[in-house]
């Protein structure tokens, strides 16, 4: 059974840094393009970083460029986020998913992800 697991989430301050974690089960995600969604109350799902399994890159959207990073541990077959310079936007349940995908890059799709986690809360707030 694949399964996907986040944790890392929390409350924290404006500026403030956290980092998820995903951990991925009954598969390698060595094949697999990895990306973080989140969902705000009342509003749609949004995608948020992306790493490609074929060349590694990585993709963000425009709203945590700079101040999200994406990165992936194969060994441990893992993928983080890391969360700088949080502010009151960010707040949301964050969900990984994955997509076996090596003959191009992620795409900041969530259609194109056919296995999710249940989700993570991040809060940030003063």
């Known amino acids: 059974q694949l399964q996907l697991v986040e944790s890392g989430g929390g409350s924290v301050q404006p500026g403030g840094s956290l980092r998820l974690s995903c951990v991925a089960s009954?598969?390698?995600?060595?094949?697999?393009?990895i990306g973080w969604f989140r969902q705000a109350p009342g509003k749609e799902r949004e995608a948020v970083a992306c790493h490609s399994a074929n060349d590694g890159t990585t993709k963000y959207s425009d709203s945590v460029k700079g101040r999200f990073t994406i990165a992936r541990d194969n060994d441990m077959n893992t993928v983080y986020l890391q969360m700088d310079s949080l502010n009151p936007e960010d707040t949301a349940v964050y969900s990984c998913?994955?997509?076996?995908?090596?003959?191009?890059?992620?795409?900041?799709?969530?259609?194109?992800?056919?296995?999710w986690g249940q989700g993570t809360q991040v809060t940030v707030s003063s």
């Open positions: 009954g598969f390698r995600i060595d094949k697999y393009a």
């Open positions: 998913a994955s997509e076996f995908l090596l003959i191009r890059q992620c795409v900041l799709l969530d259609w194109e992800y056919d296995t």
